[in-house]
């Protein structure tokens, strides 16, 4: 995350697309003036109050009043759609002046004016919370006749990634702590194209993409780190990651 002033004109053209590709999402937070996003043949206003989660791996393009500022926040895109579980969100106005808005909207400030201060542990805790509900307002802002299911798949989500690392982790276990049925929880997430199995599985090996690219667990050998995210097995773990992600946890793992 860091701080920035908008110039005047800014653009990403589709040459700039295929010449620098960049699939990653931008949350933008003006805190002065007024910002307007065009994206997809749609004008996305903004100004204090409001913020937007922008892709720029389509051309976008933007324009501000003198004295606009504000700060952005690079958000990978794995860590949005995971948890959306969907097609990224389209560039739209989202709102931060009350409720779950107001809070991200804080935690994002609090995170800026902090960031000198925080650990690098520190820091990817506190924006790994800032994201999760930044994605319970999105999911929020989306009613469908489907929205107890919606609750409950938002709920699901939160508990199995705060504790992807538990090895007794099961769908059983998810109902029991939540107070669900196991069958409200495969509808919910079937709602979702997904299952509570899948998402355990995803859970885990997201963590372990974070844990192997902190330097806090460069000291866990593979094994360690596979059993310390809730697998049985190395060998199983490396399989997994690889179908995941397209490498070993070695190739993934910084020096």
């Known amino acids: 995350m860091a701080s ?3 110039a005047p ?3 990403r053209t589709a040459g700039h697309v295929c010449t620098d590709s960049d699939d990653d999402y931008r949350l933008m937070l003006p805190t002065t003036g007024h910002i307007t996003i065009r ?3 749609r004008h996305t206003p903004m100004a204090p109050g409001a913020g937007c989660l922008v892709t720029i791996d389509q051309p976008v393009s933007y324009t501000q009043v003198d004295g606009t500022a504000g700060f952005t926040m690079t958000i990978p895109r794995r860590e949005i759609d995971h948890r959306l579980n969907r097609a990224g969100p389209t ?3 989202l709102g931060f002046t009350s409720g779950l808005g107001r809070i991200v909207a804080d935690l994002a400030t609090s995170l800026v004016a902090e960031i000198d201060t925080l650990t690098r542990p520190q ?4 924006s790994e919370q800032l994201v999760d509900l930044l994605c319970m307002h999105i999911l929020g802002d ?9 609750h409950v798949e938002a709920q699901v989500r939160h508990y199995i990634r705060t504790h992807s690392h538990d090895p007794e982790l099961t769908s059983a276990a998810v109902a029991r702590a939540l107070g669900w049925s196991q069958r409200q929880i495969q509808l ?3 709602q979702a194209g997904t299952t509570p199995r899948e998402l355990i599985k995803e859970e885990r090996l997201q963590l372990a993409y974070t844990r192997l690219q902190n330097p806090a667990y460069h000291h866990w050998n593979i094994a360690t780190l596979a059993h310390g ?5 190395a060998s199983t773990f490396s399989t997994a990651f690889r179908h995941r992600f397209g490498a070993t946890p070695r190739e993934i793992r910084h020096p």
């Open 39 to 41: 994206q997809n043949d």
């Open 91 to 93: 560039a739209r106005p």
């Open 4 to 6: 920035f002033r908008i």
């Open 123 to 126: 820091f990817d805790t506190v």
């Open 142 to 150: 989306h009613p469908t006749e489907h929205s107890h299911l919606t």
């Open 9 to 11: 004109q800014r653009f």
């Open 188 to 190: 919910a997430l079937q």
């Open 229 to 233: 995210v809730g697998f049985s097995s």
